[in-house]
């Protein structure tokens, strides 16, 4: 089964408190902590198990510049054994369609049999994969949190749906499918990992070298673009409870008192 | 004037509660703007929520194929494109079958694409101003997108109030005609019920929720102790069950269980809205984060910044004492 998963660099929102820029319209970036993205490392932990018990290869793919080669590494530590960085000036301010075009360049020029992407990203849109898929005329499944591999032409998977349940399907191969957190235990990637594929070469792709057409992709071509960021006004939110712990928690027995809490 | 569809999303026999929001997020996109309920599916189930819909919607359209039973997106999809012309601003649920349908149907209609919508600030020309949230609702942005050739948009579930009345005598259409070819490289097979847990959450009236502040598993003993003390049942969110610290029946959110306690007592967690989708009934929410800028606190009713960790075991003590 030779498998791609497309990943991608995030600010870490386990890590960072997010304050807005001085002028407003960004995230102020200087001192953000990156990670990859949660739902991606369950998509390749999944990916190199299935490699594990059928054989083949994973890959890994992403979007994005100089820096996001680090996660390509390591998701390589983790063990997949390629990885490929698709970086041009051209890709900046791709919307979800653009990144899935200049994905689908990659993926034409290799011979994959399942794909797979995170079930959403730092953006929350989770769109690429679905777009991906279409745009291959490839089948697509989301939220996936079952895979079973019984045969090359066709799996199982189930999705994880409301209140719970789980909707098995069966779906023909090559496909595309979106990776639900909590499908596996992605494996911990320690130091010793990172330094052993820190000289593995990982190729970069240009526009060119995809043939992708920078007109369809980057700002360029985006028909959704982000203006701005801004902190919303919710109205009043909650009653902070302020003081010693004490006193906060003496104002906050006698309001779960009256509420039914005690 | 624009033309919008809503494809509307239903469950046995009954609408979603999201089909009755698309009309104030029509109305927010252009005042006035026409909107047209579309309803994919086979027999008697569709024709209840066709008619359902006729009373809020002035036109419904109607799919009925024995391949549409049950919403393979696949299925759905192929429908859509059949019926909707190109330049369609198209209306889906940003919920687990939305997000099955929805990108994918903009690239086939080749429209614009935007998820989650959280509000609409109408059109300027050809652009549509949009409000979305990035970052598990830490930030918001304002999104625009150029709707000249139509666009794909799934709206967050609640983010719009339900149209109110009932009386708008509305027709039904039928399409099914046109539906076309709906082979597909996907077949559902069943739906596997989720199990049912040693505790069953939805039944409390006061829960004690972990999120990712509980930090390890040996920790949720100081949850359970608190729990313990005011008579209440621990839950969780997401990235708990994820872990497989707790089973998934103890999970609130829309992908877990939904509950209606008096009290919910949200310890380290930061509120996603696919979270809080699951906390219905109006509860007393109380937030426990060290993060002062959790999303939590927008939603809830009392807000402490502390760490749990620390906090909980002193609530603790403090109610024993009472």
Known sequence: MEILVCVKRVPDT????????????????????????????????????IVDNVGGSVTVVTVGDDEAEEVLRREMAMGANNGVLLSDDAFEGSDGKGIAAILKAEIEKGKYDLILTGAQADEGAGQVGGMLAAMLDYPYASLVNKIE???????????EIEGGNQEMNEIE?????????????????????IRKVAKVEIPVKSAGDLGVDEGAVGEAGAKT???????????????????????????????LKAKGGL | MTQIYAYIPFKNGAAEDVALEYPAAAEKIEAGATVTAIVTGSGADLDGVANEMAKYYKEVIKVDNAALAYPNAEVVRKALVNILPADAIVLAAHDTFGM????????????????????FEGKDGDLLKIVRQELGGAVSTHVTSDVSSGAVITIRPGAFAPVEGGDAGGSVTDKSGDAGDLAAKRTFLEVVEAEVG???????????????GIEDEDNIEVAQELADAMGAVVSCSRPIVDAKWLEKSRQVGTSGQ??????????????????????KGNPFIVAVNKNPKAPIFQVADVGVVEDILEFMPELQEAIEEL
């Not at chain 2, 349908?101 to 989650?116: E, T, W």
């Open chain 2, 100 to 119: 099955d349908l929805a990108p994918g149907l903009s690239v086939k209609l080749d429209s614009a694409y935007v998820a989650d919508v959280v509000d």
């Open chain 1, 225 to 255: 673009k982000r203006v701005d960021y801004f902190v919303p006004d919710m109205g009043d939110g909650a009653e902070m409870l302020e003081g010693s712990t004490d006193e906060i928690i003496e104002k906050l027995i006698e309001k």
């Open chain 1, 14 to 49: 386990a890590e960072n408190e997010f304050e807005l820029n001085s002028a407003g319209n960004d995230l102020d970036r200087d001192d953000l902590v990156y990670s990859v993205n949660e739902w991606d490392n369950y998509a390749v932990e999944e990916a190199i198990q």
């Open chain 2, 258 to 279: 939904t509950v209606k306690p008096k009290v919910y007592m949200a310890m380290g967690i930061s509120g996603s809205f696919q979270h809080m989708g699951g906390v």
């Open chain 1, 149 to 159: 591999v019984d045969g090359d032409a066709k799996i199982k998977v189930g999705r």
């Open chain 2, 198 to 212: 040693d505790v069953d959450i939805t039944k409390s009236d006061v829960l004690v929720s972990i999120g990712r």
């Open chain 1, 173 to 193: 191969l090559p496909c595309v499918l979106s990776i639900q957190t909590g499908i596996n235990e992605p494996r911990y990637v320690g130091i010793r990992g």
